[in-house]
T-cell receptor
Framework: AQSVTQPDIHITVSEGASLELRCNYS??????LFWYVQSPGQGLQLLLK??????LVQGIKGFEAEFKRSQSSFNLRKPSVHWSDAAEYFC??????????FGKGTKLSVKP | DSGVTQTPKHLITATGQRVTLRCSPR?????VYWYQQSLDQGLQFLIQ???????AKGNILERFSAQQFPDLHSELNLSSLELGDSALYFC??????????????FGPGTRLTVT
């Protein structure tokens, strides 16, 4: 069955430090992969997506993610975190029917 | 702003009642998806419509139903509400098939509280 695992429930980083959020997926074919961000009380905003081609994808707000088929991973990275990046981040895989299967999310806190 | 609108933003109702949540997709999008977000279950897919037809079902209870109208807006009906139905309900839309895009754009959600 298709699934997404985000091993880290909560991560705290200092402002200006680099960030990597982990995501592992289980999917039989080439997956469609996504990262979304949710600020408190808000909807989900699409950060970036991977469908095919270049395995390093750039997104909004300075985020990037790398698809590694051999590791079934799609980790999200940012070289320098800003206080406004504090939010919850969700990795998702596009299922056969078109709907998204989400991980449990990683809450990011940013220390000043 | 994703372009997906949902009303109402908040809804407080009692157990046993019935509510209707409304969603308007982005202009040009034909697919509408409904998701439920709760603390214990996370984000769960409920149901998908494409151009007025039901296309896929997820973990949707029999007490819940949905439809998509000719103008492409969608409604999610929740009946015989229980305390455990309290959650954030999201609607999302995606570009038409054949567009080469598979991402989904989410609305701001409806927070349902059942008391």
């Amino acid at each position: 069955a298709q699934s997404v695992t985000q091993p880290d429930i909560h991560i705290t980083v200092s402002e200006g430090a680099s960030l990597e959020l982990r995501c592992n997926y289980s999917y039989g074919a080439t997956p469609y992969l996504f990262w979304y961000v949710q600020s408190p009380g808000q909807g989900l905003q699409l950060l970036l997506k991977y469908f095919s081609g270049d395995t390093l994808v750039q997104g909004i707000k300075g985020f990037e993610a790398e698809f590694k088929r051999s590791q079934s991973s799609f980790n999200l990275r940012k070289p320098s975190v800003h206080w406004s990046d504090a939010a919850e981040y969700f990795c998702a895989v596009g299922a056969v029917g078109g709907n998204l299967i989400f991980g449990k999310g990683t809450k990011l806190s940013v220390k000043p | 702003d994703s372009g997906v609108t949902q009303t109402p933003k908040h809804l407080i109702t009692a157990t046993g009642q019935r509510v209707t949540l409304r969603c308007s997709p982005r202009s040009g999008d034909l697919s509408v998806y409904w998701y439920q977000q709760s603390l214990d279950q996370g984000l769960q897919f409920l149901i998908q419509y494409y151009n007025g037809e039901e296309r896929a079902k997820g973990n949707i209870l029999e007490r819940f139903s949905a439809q998509q109208f000719p103008d492409l807006h969608s409604e999610l009906n929740l009946s015989s509400l229980e305390l455990g139905d309290s959650a954030l309900y999201f609607c999302a839309s995606s570009p038409p098939r054949g567009s080469g895009s598979y991402e989904q754009y989410f609305g701001p959600g409806t927070r349902l509280t059942v008391t």
